[in-house]
């Protein structure tokens, strides 16, 4: 069971609901969205540094061109988790 892992005495990590539905702490969703865009964007900056040394700038901008088609999308969906999940606005 989650949060079988809890010392005695400590607040559960995860608040329960009425209908037995279990509701995470808005804080774990941000910080592992957080962290998770983190190394993705880490990891497309590695991918574009090594496309435009290694492989010359036509395919330095192609990457560059995915890279930012791949990212809307991605970042739209870390803005709505972030304001519907948690409540952000």
Same mark, same amino acid.
């Given at each position: 069971?989650? %949060? @079988?892992? #809890?010392?005695?005495?400590?607040?559960?990590?995860? @608040?329960?609901?009425?209908? /037995?539905?279990?509701?995470?702490?808005? @804080?774990?969703? *941000? %910080?592992?969205?957080? *962290?998770? #865009?983190?190394?993705?964007? !880490?990891? #497309? /900056?590695?991918?574009? %540094?090594?496309?435009?040394?290694?492989?010359?700038?036509?395919?330095?901008?192609?990457?560059? !061109?995915?890279?930012?088609?791949?990212? !809307?999308?991605?970042?739209?969906? #870390?803005?709505?988790?972030?304001?519907? /999940?948690? %409540?952000?606005?």
């Amino acid at each position: 069971e989650f %949060g @079988a892992a #809890d010392p005695p005495g400590a607040a559960p990590s995860k @608040a329960h609901v009425a209908d /037995g539905e279990t509701k995470r702490s808005p @804080a774990r969703l *941000i %910080g592992a969205v957080a *962290i998770g #865009d983190f190394f993705h964007n !880490l990891c #497309d /900056g590695f991918f574009l %540094g090594v496309a435009f040394k290694g492989c010359g700038n036509k395919f330095g901008w192609g990457v560059a !061109l995915a890279s930012v088609l791949h990212e !809307l999308p991605q970042e739209l969906a #870390d803005y709505a988790v972030l304001t519907s /999940g948690v %409540g952000m606005t």
